[in-house]
């Protein structure tokens, strides 16, 4: 492999806490490797606008406590198309940039393999998402930060529901996955989550009114992932076919992606932006950074965006046993 003096960084897609310090970490430890940096703005739709600018270790000082990215983010639809990567692979040649690193999710991830298949750009991958969705990490960073956030909203709706005897439908982001209703669902003493993931035939919200609802408790909080009509979907059919139940939605929305990052994503974040460069020095190329039982590993960008993470079964298991 060429040997590299100059790299490109940036965010793209859904924005998630602790993609600052994944920021600083990539650059300062590029800069202390003699490397040049450049910071690339709006993700994919910046590269190929050419909105590019060189970073020194101070365009990352005091970011690392900031929700958000100092980047920006944005979802490209002209990169989805091979035009759209030739473009940006031509403004990467006109930085003479060696090799790219990119923090996003499943598309944004995905996008980065196509760029260095067509283009024969080696891509570092840094998982950054509060979905939690990527295969080979035990957690994306911004993850942690989302999860604390939506907990801290349930124990708020808990003292309402409380007060009026209420069933509440709380809607949570995830996408396609049930990370964040899951573990939000156990980590508030929620009565039910329902996700995605649960692929039986068994109607969840029968069995949550007649598993989780006795005499002695007169509210409950179901967590519902986002996905297949979410919380009001669910909120409708109690209304129709509970009717003696008074039902309330409450859709977390945004708020979910916002804030200062928890200890444990900047932790994260730093660890895995100092890996990528420790990845490009030993020549990887086109893989993501994961943390898979505190050890750290290089997962091939295909196998993390395709391959579907499971949920812990177990998981389920405590679910079903706290809420009696
Ligand atoms: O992937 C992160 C995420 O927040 C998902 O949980 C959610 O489905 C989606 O992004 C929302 O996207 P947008 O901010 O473009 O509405």
Redesign the pocket.
């Known amino acids: 492999m060429a040997k590299i003096e100059t790299i490109g960084i940036l965010t793209s897609?859904?924005d998630?806490p602790g993609m600052n310090a994944a920021i600083r970490a990539v650059t300062r430890a590029a800069i202390s490797n003699d490397w040049k940096v450049y910071g690339i703005y709006r993700g994919w739709e910046g590269l190929i606008n050419d909105e590019v600018k060189l970073f020194t270790t101070e365009s990352v000082s005091n970011i690392i406590q900031r929700g958000g990215t100092i980047l920006k983010t944005a979802?490209s639809d002209a990169f989805r198309t091979p035009e759209g990567r030739a473009v940006a692979a031509k403004t990467l040649k006109k930085y003479k940039i060696d090799a790219l690193v990119v923090i996003g999710?499943?598309g944004s991830l995905s996008g980065a393999e196509e760029l260095a298949h067509e283009h024969d750009i080696p891509v570092i991958g840094i998982p950054g998402?509060?979905?939690n969705?990527l295969y080979g990490t035990d957690s994306t960073i911004g993850y942690d930060t989302a999860l604390n956030t939506i907990v801290e909203c349930v124990d708020k709706i808990r003292d309402t529901a409380c007060s009026h005897n209420r069933i509440f439908f709380v809607e949570v982001?995830?996408?396609d996955a049930g990370f964040?209703a899951q573990n939000s669902a156990i980590a508030a003493g929620a009565e039910a989550a329902i996700i995605p993931e649960d692929k039986t035939d068994i109607d969840q919200l029968a069995t949550f009114i007649g598993h989780g609802i006795r005499k002695s408790k007169n509210s409950s909080i179901v967590i519902v992932s986002?996905k297949d009509g979410g919380a009001m979907h669910y909120a409708d059919r109690v209304r129709k076919e509970y009717p003696e139940y008074d039902v309330r939605v409450s859709i977390l929305g945004?708020l979910?992606?916002g804030g200062k990052p928890s200890a444990f994503d900047r932790i994260l974040a730093s660890r895995m932006g100092v890996a990528a460069i420790e990845a490009l020095k030993e020549g990887q190329r086109n893989v993501m950074i994961a943390i898979d039982q505190d050890q750290m590993r290089y997962i091939p960008i295909a196998k993390a965006v395709k391959i579907d993470k499971p949920i812990d079964p177990e998981l389920l298991t405590v679910q079903n046993t706290l809420s009696i």
Do not use: S
Request: hydrophobic letters at 20%; zero cysteines.
């Open positions: 897609g859904g998630a979802r999710g499943n998402t509060i979905d969705d982001m995830g996408r964040l986002e945004h979910q992606r």
